[in-house]
């Protein structure tokens, strides 16, 4: 890919996408590239930054700081998942804060209007951060939730595959729309469980809501999952059909939560993603998925609500 780059290039994958500051310089070599830089920023499929770090470490400067933009979990042997952030922060000893929003990259390298948001702490380099990322076309709100901007960003490609599966069995956008919000109400549902203390507001920035509508409508995840129900072939078939073999984040990502969720016993507590996951290893058929939500936890907490709501207003 060097003489594509040196050529003003992005890769095969955006190949007709130039690269937008002129001042960029490609170095195909990691270590190289990374072993001067004050912020390092980590765009890879969350499956391989435990090898990346293994790389890199002992070979960046101490004092650097990391910003990861990466969808997905990482998985341990327990059957516990750790946040991408953390596991740089512990292979590479450098603090890592995160950036997750309604990006879809060939929007962005076309200079399109979006917004998208940073999780960061420390409030030192919120503003660079800011100032780093911002143009007049890509809009950048700094919040302090990390942790749930960043369980945002790997839980939207579940209910995005969710949103597939609907296309494909052409259910419509009613029900569309209601996998939507199902899907937000357990992403939130998920960060209070395990990570607390999470800001109502971050799910309504681009991270959040904005991030899950536009995936469920324009992403590879609702794209690839149609086509899984519309075709019967396998995940890695469609992969390597519509994505060039690239992988897919959705469904491993349903299949890490899935597996975290069944040793803690609480699968019932999120159907909408239990129902993904056993569909995409087919212990499901795809006209099963209304069945699993068609009784959801929140149907359950919204009647008692407006129950709660009358009998307080007699």
């Known amino acids: 890919m060097q003489p594509t780059h040196a050529n003003r290039r992005c890769t095969r994958k955006l190949i007709e996408m130039r690269l937008i500051d002129l001042h960029q310089v490609a170095v195909p070599d990691v270590v190289e590239a990374a072993k001067e830089a004050d ?7 969350h499956q391989f930054i435990r090898g990346l770090a293994a790389t890199m470490l002992g070979k960046i400067k101490p004092t650097a700081v990391g910003l990861s933009l990466i969808k997905g ?16 922060e512990e292979h590479l ?15 962005v390298a076309e200079e399109k209007f979006c917004e998208t948001t940073i999780g960061c702490r420390d409030k030192r380099m919120a503003p660079v951060f800011r100032d780093l990322m911002m143009t007049p076309n890509f809009r950048v709100v700094v919040v302090e939730d990390c942790e749930a901007v960043e369980v945002c960003g790997a839980l939207k490609n579940i209910v995005a595959c969710g949103a597939g599966f609907v296309d494909g069995l052409g ?10 919000r199902l899907g937000l109400m357990e992403m939130i549902k998920f960060v209070e469980t395990f990570y607390g203390n999470a800001k109502l507001s971050t799910f309504f920035e681009s991270c959040g809501v904005a991030d899950l509508i536009t ?5 590879r995840n ?8 519309k075709t019967g072939k396998s995940i890695k078939e469609l992969e390597d059909e519509l994505l060039g ?9 349903a299949d890490e939560v899935n597996a975290m969720l069944k040793a803690k016993g609480l699968t019932d507590k999120f159907p909408l993603f239990t129902a993904v996951h056993r569909i995409c290893t087919r212990e ?3 006209t099963d998925l209304i069945d699993e939500i068609r009784n959801h936890p929140e149907h359950a907490i919204s009647q008692k609500n407006f129950i709660d709501y009358h009998q307080s207003s007699f």
Not at 94 to 105: K, Q, T
Not at 245 to 253: D, E, I, M, W
């Open 39 to 45: 912020i390092l920023i980590f765009v890879i499929p």
């Open 73 to 88: 979990f990482d998985s341990g042997d327990d059957k516990s998942i750790k946040l991408i952030s953390k596991v740089v």
């Open 93 to 107: 000893k450098i603090p890592c804060n995160v950036l997750m929003g309604a990006n879809l990259a060939n929007e």
């Open 171 to 180: 259910l419509g956008d009613n029900t569309k729309a209601a996998v939507i």
């Open 215 to 219: 995936t469920c409508y324009g992403g």
């Open 222 to 229: 609702r794209r690839v999952c149609e086509q899984f129900i």
């Open 245 to 253: 073999g690239q992988k897919l984040q959705g469904p491993a990502t």
């Open 284 to 286: 499901l058929k795809g």
